[in-house]
C-alpha cells in the first residue's frame, strides 16, 4: 500500500444537465478524519453519500468538501407551453368574443408573455444524480493520487534520514571497545588508589581494608553504568530497521511512525547520557536532530 501525505486539493469542474458543477476537495493536518462540506442547499441531500465516499478513502486530516453550482441559462429546448393554462385562455377568449365581437383576439407575443404560459422543463434528476456521483469520484481520484504522489516523496526524504542515523550507529559502534580500555584503565588506577598502591613513594596507605572495598564496589558501579550502550546501540539497530519496515509496508503509518519515534529518542537520549567520550555525545546530537526531523515530516503522513 502506498504511504498518503494529509495535505492535497484537487477540482473538478463538469458541465451537467441543470448547469456547471464544481467540486474541490482540500485536506490539511489532523490526529483524526475531520469532514467539512461546503454546498449550495439544494445539493445537501448528497452530503451523506459523500461523507461515506470520503470515509472509504481517507482515514486522517482536516477534509473540506465544497460544491459549487452554477446553473446553465435557459435554452429552448428546456422550456415547455403550458397547454392546460393555453386552452383555458382560449376557451375564455371564445366566451368572450361571442359576447363582444368587436374584441380583439390575443396575439402569440400576448399569449407566450401571459404569466405562466412559458414552463421550464425540470432536468431529468437521475442524470443530474449520476453525474454529480462521477464528477466526486473523479475529484476524489485525483485528490487520493495526490496524497500518494506527496506520501511517496515524503517516504523517500524519511529513509534518508533513517539510512543517515544507521551509518551513525555503525559508525560509533567500534569505538565501544576503545571506550572500554580507556574505563578501564581508569578504573584500575583508582582502585590502586583506594588500595593505598602507590604509583609513587610518596603515596601513603590512608584506607582500611573496609573502606578500599567499599570504593572499588563504587567505582566498578560506576564503571558498568558509564560503558553500558551496546545494549542501547543494539534497541537502535532494531528500532531503525523496524521504521524501514513499517514505510515500506506502506498505508496507515503515522501513529506507528510516532510511536518508533517516541523509542529512537528515548535510546538517543540515553546514549547521550551514557556518553564517555565525545564521540558518543556528538553522535546522540545527531540521532535527535534527525529524529526531530523526521517527526516534523510525520506529522503530514496519514
Not at 476537495?25 to 449550495?40: E, G, H, I, P
Request: with cysteine.
Amino acid at each position: 500500500m502506498a504511504v498518503r501525505s494529509m495535505t492535497a486539493y484537487a477540482t473538478t469542474s463538469v458541465e451537467t444537465v441543470a448547469g456547471t458543477l464544481t467540486i474541490e476537495l482540500k485536506s490539511v493536518n489532523s490526529r483524526f478524519l475531520d469532514l467539512q462540506f461546503r454546498m449550495n442547499d439544494e445539493f445537501r441531500a448528497y452530503e451523506p453519500s459523500f461523507r461515506e465516499t470520503i470515509m472509504q478513502n481517507v482515514k486522517r486530516g482536516k477534509v473540506e468538501c465544497r460544491l459549487s453550482f452554477a446553473r446553465a441559462t435557459q435554452n429552448p429546448s428546456a422550456l415547455s407551453l403550458n397547454n392546460a393554462l393555453f386552452l383555458e385562455l382560449s376557451k375564455l377568449q371564445h366566451e368572450i368574443r361571442q359576447h363582444n365581437p368587436q374584441a380583439q383576439a390575443m396575439t402569440v407575443n400576448e399569449l407566450l408573455r401571459w404569466p405562466g404560459m412559458i414552463e421550464e422543463v425540470a432536468p431529468d434528476q437521475e442524470t443530474l444524480q449520476q453525474q454529480v456521483k462521477e464528477a466526486m469520484s473523479d475529484t476524489l481520484a485525483t485528490f487520493t493520487a495526490e496524497r500518494e504522489r506527496e506520501g511517496a516523496a515524503l517516504t523517500k526524504a524519511l529513509v534518508e534520514r533513517v539510512d543517515a542515523m544507521q551509518r551513525i550507529v555503525e559508525r560509533i559502534e567500534p569505538l565501544i571497545p576503545q571506550m572500554v580500555d580507556q574505563f578501564k584503565q581508569k578504573a584500575i588506577e583508582r582502585m590502586q588508589e583506594a588500595l593505598g598502591v602507590a604509583l609513587s613513594d610518596s603515596v601513603p596507605v590512608t584506607l582500611t581494608q573496609q573502606d578500599a572495598s567499599e570504593r572499588i564496589r563504587q567505582e566498578v558501579t560506576l564503571y558498568g553504568m558509564k560503558i553500558d550502550v551496546a545494549e542501547e546501540l543494539s534497541r537502535l539497530k532494531i528500532h531503525l530497521g523496524e521504521t524501514k519496515v513499517i514505510l515500506e509496508k506502506g498505508g496507515l503509518v503515522g501513529k506507528r511512525m510516532d510511536f518508533m519515534l517516541q523509542e529512537l529518542n528515548r535510546e538517543a537520549n540515553t546514549l547521550g547520557s551514557k556518553a564517555a567520550i565525545k564521540e558518543l555525545s556528538d553522535a546522540s546530537m545527531e540521532l535527535k536532530l534527525l529524529i526531530e526531523q523526521i517527526r516534523e515530516q510525520v506529522q503530514n503522513l496519514e
